[in-house]
């Protein structure tokens, strides 16, 4: 089993950035690889980061390439999303989880195998 808490949601400015983390307990951390996905009201939950187990190699949605990073602390069990120049259309709540998948990269939900609770991200025009 692994646990995942996400934190540091919030209301920002079109603009503005956040750091998003996910905070991880349980099984190996290390072993694992990591994504983010985002569901705003009335939608699908869509892909939006990735990030190996190493924290080595990233991969992103065009919707925010560019403007979002993903970075994995291993010693703090720890993932990160950097999320800068929001835009009203990132408004929605972002999930963290976990996958055992072993190719590059895994965008589908299905491929995850444990998942956080949400934070909400709210980007004001």
């Known amino acids: 089993q692994v646990q995942l808490v996400e934190s540091g949601g919030g209301l920002v400015q079109a603009g503005g950035s956040l750091r998003l983390s996910c905070a991880a307990s349980?099984?190996?951390?290390?072993?694992?690889?990591m994504g983010w996905f985002r569901q705003a009201p009335g939608k699908e939950r869509e892909f939006v980061a990735f990030?190996?187990?190493?924290?080595?190699?990233?991969y992103f949605a065009d919707s925010v390439k560019g403007r979002f990073t993903i970075a994995k602390d291993n010693a703090k069990n720890t993932v990160y999303l950097q999320m800068n120049s929001l835009k009203p259309e990132d408004t929605a709540v972002y999930y963290c989880?976990?996958?055992?998948?072993?190719?590059?990269?895994?965008?589908?939900?299905?491929?995850?195998?444990?998942w956080g609770q949400g934070t909400q991200v709210t980007v004001s025009s």
């Open positions: 989880a976990v996958t055992s998948f072993t190719l590059f990269p895994a965008t589908t939900a299905h491929r995850y195998n444990y």
């Open positions: 349980g099984r190996t951390f290390s072993s694992y690889a």
């Open positions: 990030i190996t187990w190493s924290g080595g190699n990233t």
